[in-house]
């Protein structure tokens, strides 16, 4: 998503007063806050609208953010760790301090007595899958090991042990809510102890310590479509944590990095290869075999090819991820000069230079031979303008 201008997310003006700006935010969390409301979007707007009150509410925050944009202004902090992406996962309960703090007298004992508070969505974690060029060309399917909390096989996510019952919290007394005196301000969060649900385990799970949950390894094939590239990513719904309490499971990305080809390189849906021929072919022209993904084709190599000259193959590149379009296949030239000559070999190629040459041997005599080697001409003729330039100045 676009960052959008702190002032616009929250519909205010530039120089809204500290009171318009909480109005404002209030508002706009109450009617995004994940709780209340689950259309597609909301989660995401209520990050922006957290973000940009994080930074708005505090003054020195703000004054850097009026001075320097979003460059003023760690995304990171500002977002209360909203920011950090994945791994640390947005679970509900991630909102806890920043909504303890702003909410506390607005949501009140309502909040703080919800039931729905101990339920809690799991974290969607990431993985890495690692694939080849062909198999990124042609789509594949892999087992991706991750690990992930599951359910707790010894308590079945109850968190408590065979016979345990739910008892009051003790420390908040079964109100389910921590009150706080903060300067002038009382506020009331849901209680850390219990998060908010008023109630406890009397014997909480050995296994899970209560969690309901257990660390896992697990193991899920994925279809990886053919187009696809390093970055991209697939959700698989559902496979990520385990929620707490009977709260769905997060979701599970995975995540495609395409290994290094050894000689094809990538570029969207084209590929370039080098082509080695020899200085002979180049010269007289010939049939050279060049790789594809499909196996090797023949390609006709005109007359005069020069080194660095590119041939593009069509429709030997990638088909697009969402099918239709495909890329093409860049070959470059690259002419190769023999090595290890033997003597008679050698001799044969004087000959030759000689031949260009007009049949004159003398490097100062070589005339015809910028005939033969046109690159060569326009080079030299260049440099001799350049020192011309230079005596000139
Ligand atoms: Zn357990
Ligand atoms: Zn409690």
């Known amino acids: 998503m676009e960052k959008r201008d702190y002032y616009e997310v929250l519909g205010v003006e530039k120089g809204a007063d500290e009171q318009t700006i909480k109005r404002a ?28 009150y994080a930074v708005l509410s505090d003054a020195q925050k703000r004054a850097a953010y009026d001075q320097f944009g979003f460059a003023g202004v760690d995304p990171n902090q500002a977002g209360g760790g909203f920011g950090g992406g994945f791994g640390g996962g947005f679970g ?65 996510g109850t968190g408590g ?39 406890k385990i009397d014997k909480p799970c050995k296994k899970c310590n209560g969690e309901g949950r257990v660390n896992k390894k697990k193991s899920i094939e994925v279809t990886i479509p053919a187009g696809c590239d390093t970055g991209n990513r697939l959700r698989i719904s559902n496979a990520g944590q385990a929620g707490r309490n009977g709260a769905p499971a997060g979701d599970l990305y995975v995540v495609i990095q ?71 296949l860049y070959c470059r030239v690259v002419v190769e000069t023999p090595v290890k000559l033997s003597a008679e070999q050698k001799e044969i190629l ?3 230079e000689k031949s260009l040459n007009g049949g004159e041997t003398s490097s100062k005599e070589k005339k015809s031979s910028v005939e033969h080697s046109p690159k060569v001409k326009s080079f030299i003729d260049n440099v001799k303008n350049f020192f011309n330039d230079i005596k000139g100045a």
């Open 258 to 328: 395409v290994k290094p080809h050894e000689f094809f390189k990538r570029d969207g849906l084209n590929l370039q290869v080098d082509v080695p021929i020899p200085f002979t072919t180049a010269a007289l022209g010939g049939q050279v075999e060049v790789p594809t993904l499909d196996g090797n084709v023949n390609v006709t190599i005109k007359e005069g090819t020069q080194s660095g000259s590119v041939m593009r193959l069509n429709g030997r590149g990638i088909r697009s991820i969402r099918g239709g379009r495909v890329g093409d």
């Open 92 to 156: 509900g309960g991630d909102f806890g301090d920043i909504f303890g703090d702003i909410f506390g007298d607005v949501f009140g004992g309502r909040r703080g007595g919800s039931r729905r508070a101990q339920q809690q969505r799991g974290a969607d974690i990431e993985t890495i899958v690692e694939i080849t060029l062909a198999e990124a060309a042609k789509g594949v399917k892999k087992t991706v090991e991750y690990s992930t909390y599951v359910e707790c096989p010894d308590c079945h």
């Open 350 to 352: 004087r000959n030759f």
């Open 161 to 199: 042990e065979a016979g345990s019952k739910t008892v009051d919290c003790p420390y908040c007394h079964g109100s389910g809510v921590q009150h706080i005196r903060q300067g002038f301000f009382a506020m009331e969060q849901p209680c850390p102890h219990c998060q908010g649900s008023g109630k």
């Open 25 to 52: 935010f209030k508002r706009l969390a109450m009617k995004y806050h994940p709780d209340r409301n689950q259309e597609p979007g909301a989660e995401e707007k209520f990050k922006e609208i957290n973000e940009a």
